[in-house]
């Protein structure tokens, strides 16, 4: 987490419509001061509307907003002291690094002695010394961002809001520019709303992650807790692989429930379900399974064909069609020793009654 030196945003009933279109459904929720706060979702979902409401480009229907307490919901945007990272960047193209670092300092009338040493300071700090006279054509992708990240937080603003500011950028350069942005927020220290449709990316950088659907937040928490408790299956899809198990009926018993799938199969979690059968599913992430070509004594095993098998950076994923028609994923870190099962061999697959989560539907 980074120090305390950003400012607290808050959301109290914010919401927006169209007509009878909602983008934004009345949200409540706290920003704290010096946290990375990451919103994700699927297109339409309400992020980007969030992301203009607090930025002063979008109206709000009703609600507030406030920043330390300080209402700014009817202010223009060039009276909230927020900085703002595009997607594009952005950058005056006939201006130097120098000229577009400056600018929200030359516009505001800032003496220039004073421009000079916090220009100084921040060329520094986004390491771009001897590139002050360069244009933004002779830079490259990750220099350009810098250029961004350094001219949005030069005035100190109250806020940095950055709209997918990664994803014009290939994948080497998108996790490096990861680690940039987190080095920048630890040096700076300002309360950053990350707006992003990529979910690694998010996870990666955010202290807390809302995740959106249909103009509302599902559920807010960090990385960790998203992808190990999520609390509904929209959740548990979005973040990561899921393998989602239909339930039909449920039973307490001790040291868990078991529980009976749509197919008949008798299951068993140790956690306790958040509703009645037809209410919740099971849910197990890919990692959690183990897969074997002999019975399995866990708790839990089910049989099937192994139908793919892909190859990913320091992981093997294997697609199992198992004999109910129901597709499985299971996944487990690649090594000289792993044991090369067959595409089209019976296997089973087996996991743990504590890896069983119940959530709802």
């Known amino acids: 987490m980074a120090d305390k030196r ?31 706060f990451a919103v994700i979702g699927p297109s339409g979902s ?48 006939h201006m130097t690094v120098a000229e577009n670092i400056s600018f929200p300092l030359r516009v505001r009338k800032v003496p220039k002695s004073d421009i000079a040493t916090r220009l100084a300071r921040m060329i520094d700090l986004v390491r771009l010394g001897g590139m002050a006279d360069r244009y933004p054509s002779a830079l490259s992708g990750g220099q350009q961002q810098r250029v961004a990240l350094a001219r949005a937080a030069i005035y100190n603003p109250l806020l940095l809001l950055m709209d997918e500011p990664l994803s014009a950028l290939d994948k080497n350069l998108r996790d490096e ?16 709303l990350y707006v992003t449709h990529d979910q690694s990316e998010a996870a990666s950088l955010a202290d807390r992650i809302a995740i959106m659907r249909d103009g509302r937040i599902e ?66 992430r890919p990692e959690a399974m183990i897969i074997a070509t ?13 139908e793919d098998v892909t190859f990913l950076p320091g992981a093997v994923r294997c697609k199992v069609r198992l004999d109910n028609g129901i597709e499985f994923q299971q ?13 089209g061999q019976r296997i089973n697959l087996g996991w743990s009654a504590s890896d069983m989560l119940l959530i709802r539907q």
């Not at 419509?17 to 946290?35: C, F, H, K």
């Not at 520019?177 to 950053?192: P, W």
């Not at 692989?241 to 040291?255: F, T």
């Open 46 to 93: 309400g992020k980007t509307t969030l992301l203009g409401l607090t930025a002063g480009f979008i109206m709000p229907t009703s609600g507030e907003i406030r920043i330390d307490d300080v209402n700014v919901e009817t202010k223009p945007p060039f009276q909230r002291n927020i900085g703002m990272v595009f997607q594009g960047y952005s950058l005056f193209p």
């Open 219 to 284: 559920q807010v928490g960090s990385a960790r807790e998203l992808y190990e408790l999520p609390n509904s299956r929209f959740v548990a899809s979005f973040l990561g692989h899921a393998n989602i198990i239909d339930i039909s009926e449920l039973k307490r018993e001790a040291g868990g429930v078991s529980v009976r799938t749509s197919s008949g199969t008798v299951m068993r979690s140790t956690h306790v379900p958040v509703g009645s059968a037809g209410e919740i599913c099971g849910c197990i």
């Open 294 to 306: 002999e019975n399995l004594a866990m708790d839990n095993m089910v049989s099937g064909i192994l």
């Open 6 to 36: 950003g400012h607290k945003l808050s959301f109290h009933g914010i919401a927006k419509q169209y007509g009878s279109l909602y983008a934004l459904r009345p949200t409540s929720i706290d920003v704290e001061p010096g946290e990375i």
């Open 331 to 343: 996944q487990q870190p690649t090594s000289r020793s792993l044991e090369a099962i067959p595409v």
């Open 177 to 192: 520019m990861q680690y940039e942005i987190k080095q920048f927020h630890r040096l700076v220290g300002s309360t950053f």
